[in-house]
């Protein structure tokens, strides 16, 4: 099992230019989850999808917007691309509803310039 | 302002000694987590607890869970180097996990 998957690794976009994130799971898990990760935060929770259809705000949803395309697969769209989204993104994904026992992907490293 | 607050911050400790690091909140939770992240990888659950007062053990590694469900400890004996990384606790509640800022453990042969 592969697990979550992300694309792309790394992305370098020029301020104003928009791009989306993809993310992929197959252990059938109903939750997933988009975060960012600056140094000395933590990880902060932009939005995530309770369950197939479903899609919320996390804690810092400003700039970005997210679609649960299936069951399987979650993505994140940056519309306008600033310096201030210069982070690394990951993925998550949870059996249940309460976001307990999330797995994470690899991470996506996205530098606005 | 970080609802889970964790500390220390950073840590850098010889081969074989004990550490213990911290996870504190003015806020309950319905459980608490911890991660463990590698550089240039995501973070990769170690344990949850669930009830206040919950001890689990995993290896060398020991996991407290407070009486009130609001903070948590862990501690690991006798370090190795492969125990460097980042420690990530993430407190749950409703649908949606709040991590803390993490602590950085460097452990050195």
């Known amino acids: 099992n592969a697990g979550v998957t992300q694309t792309p690794k790394f992305q370098v976009l020029k301020t104003g230019q928009s791009m989306t994130l993809q993310c992929a799971q197959d252990?059938?898990?109903?939750?997933m989850y988009w975060y960012r990760q600056d140094p000395g935060m933590g990880l902060r929770l932009i939005y995530y999808?309770?369950?197939?259809?479903?899609?919320d705000k996390g804690e810092v949803p400003n700039g970005y917007n997210v679609s649960r395309l299936n069951k399987r697969e979650f993505s994140l769209r940056l519309e306008s691309a600033a310096p201030s989204q210069t982070s690394v993104y990951f993925c998550?994904?949870?059996?249940?509803?309460?976001?307990?026992?999330?797995?994470f992907g690899p991470g996506t490293r996205l530098t606005v310039t | 302002t970080q609802l889970l607050e964790q500390s220390p911050q950073f840590l850098s400790i010889q081969e074989g000694e004990n550490l213990t690091v911290y996870c504190n909140s003015s806020?309950?939770?319905?459980?608490l987590q911890w991660y463990r992240q590698e550089p240039g990888e995501g973070p990769v659950l170690l344990v949850t607890?669930?009830?206040?007062?919950e001890v689990k053990k995993l290896k060398r590694l020991t996991f407290q869970f407070g009486d009130a469900r609001k903070d948590s400890s862990l501690h690991i004996t006798a370090a190795q180097p492969g125990d460097t990384g980042l420690y990530l606790c993430a407190g749950a509640r409703g649908n949606m996990l709040t991590f803390g800022g993490g602590t950085r453990l460097m452990v050195k042969p």
């Open positions: 998550a994904s949870s059996a249940d509803r309460t976001g307990r026992e999330q797995y």
């Open positions: 806020s309950v939770f319905s459980s």
């Open positions: 999808s309770a369950s197939e259809g479903t899609t």
């Open positions: 252990m059938n898990h109903n939750s």
């Open positions: 607890v669930v009830t206040g007062g």
